[in-house]
């Protein structure tokens, strides 16, 4: 996964994540946001439900 995501970016170097909003109760959080790959508004918005153990994420899921 990671060597994807690195070339992924790398070949969309205005590319962005931007976090909208997120927040965490228990060992549960959910952060929603924007993907932005060009300057003339190309963009797509999304959802991440994640659960953390020991400070980590030990699982993520992006409902649709």
């Known amino acids: 996964m990671r060597a994807f ?5 790398q070949s ?3 590319a962005r994540f931007e976090a909208e909003e997120a927040f965490a109760a ?3 959080a959910v952060v929603r ?3 932005r790959w060009d300057d003339r ?6 959802v991440d439900v994640l659960r953390v153990r020991d400070g ?3 699982a993520r899921s992006s409902p649709t």
Not at 5 to 9: K, N, S
Not at 41 to 46: A, D, E, L
């Open 5 to 9: 995501w690195r070339q992924f970016f």
């Open 12 to 14: 969309s170097p205005g």
């Open 26 to 28: 228990g060992d549960r």
């Open 33 to 35: 946001w924007v993907f």
């Open 41 to 46: 508004g190309g963009h797509v918005r999304g």
């Open 56 to 58: 980590k994420v030990a």
